[in-house]
């Protein structure tokens, strides 16, 4: 995959957690399940028994950007 910010190879590899892994409108003050995964959160991976969460990620080491796409969970 191709850098949309510099057009540099991107190194793919995945973002694990020992938590859920989302994306949230605002910063969370309190780490719950629930805050993680309520309205207006965007769940990209949960734990599924003993595996971490985790989805794939594309690393730029050249300007330090990671992409994650999350439709196909």
């Known amino acids: 995959m191709k850098c949309p910010y510099c057009n540099q190879e991107m190194l793919s590899g995945f ?3 020992s ?7 605002k910063k969370l003050k309190l780490f719950t399940h ?3 995964t309520n309205a207006g959160a965007v769940v990209l991976s949960e734990s599924e028994g ?4 985790c ?3 594309y690393n730029c080491p ?3 950007k ?3 796409d999350y439709a196909d969970r």
């Open 55 to 57: 989805v794939i990620a």
């Open 66 to 68: 990671i992409i994650i």
């Open 19 to 25: 938590k859920p892994i989302s994306w949230t409108p």
């Open 15 to 17: 973002m694990q957690n």
């Open 34 to 36: 629930y805050n993680f």
């Open 50 to 53: 003993f595996a971490a969460p």
């Open 62 to 64: 050249v300007c330090k």
